[in-house]
């Protein structure tokens, strides 16, 4: 298994901590039954130094759109387990232009 920390000390660790230990950031949707697996220093740039509560606030199932099912943690696979985890790496941050009107 591997070793888990992110929600035994309360508050936790931040992404910078994760990164540093050579952690994995792992997100479960527990509604979708699906886990992704994130590199803390992808996260870092759009979150800052973010703990697991804090990015599970910020993040949404990318399936359901629900964030209430989300489980978050700063796992430390084994080299084995880490082979077979599939990363979900950041691939670019868009800008989106949003129009805001108001009646007068
Ligand atoms: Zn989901």
Redesign the pocket.
Known sequence: MPERYGKRLGRGPGLARAHERGDLVKVR?M??N?TRHYLPAELRQLAGDATCDEIRARMR??????KE??DVDFVLPTAAERVRIRLRRLVEVRMVRKIVWRDE
């Open positions: 949707c509604h979708c699906i199932c990318e399936r359901c759109r629900l099912y989300l």
